[in-house]
């Protein structure tokens, strides 16, 4: 069956780092575009960054373009989100999502999201 186990949450200061995990099962990872969003208490889920299917060309948020990194490890059928020089606005749950066949674009529409995790929460606070 199809999973998406998003994790690394944790409590930050600000300044720090964390990198989130999506280990994914149940299909060949670079058929589909992964994308994270997250959703902080009071306001709807954003778009935070994506990995597409095949070639694999990434998008950011102009919100953590500068400061993180999506990346494929394809032998573990995991993708990763590189989070740094992390701030207090940057608290959330993050999920993990996938979408069949979906270029980096696909993270802008999240009903086009076949799978989801379950989310893990960051957060950012001194």
């Known amino acids: 069956q199809v999973e998406l186990v998003d994790s690394g949450g944790g409590l930050v200061q600000p300044g720090g780092s964390l990198r989130l995990a999506c280990a994914t099962s149940?299909?060949?990872?670079?058929?589909?575009?992964i994308g994270w969003f997250r959703q902080a208490p009071g306001k709807e889920r954003e778009a935070v960054s994506c990995?597409?299917?095949?070639?694999?060309?990434?998008y950011y948020a102009d919100s953590v373009k500068d400061r993180s990194t999506i990346s494929r490890d394809i032998a573990k059928s995991t993708v990763y989100l590189q989070l740094n020089n992390l701030k207090p606005e940057d608290t959330a749950v993050y999920y993990c999502?996938?979408?069949?066949?979906?270029?980096?674009?696909?993270?802008?529409?999240?009903?086009?999201?076949?799978?989801w995790g379950k989310g893990t929460l960051v957060t950012v606070s001194s």
């Open positions: 149940g299909f060949t990872l670079d058929d589909y575009a």
């Open positions: 999502a996938a979408a069949r066949g979906g270029t980096k674009w696909s993270v802008l529409y999240y009903s086009a999201m076949d799978y």
């Open positions: 990995i597409g299917a095949g070639d694999g060309d990434t």
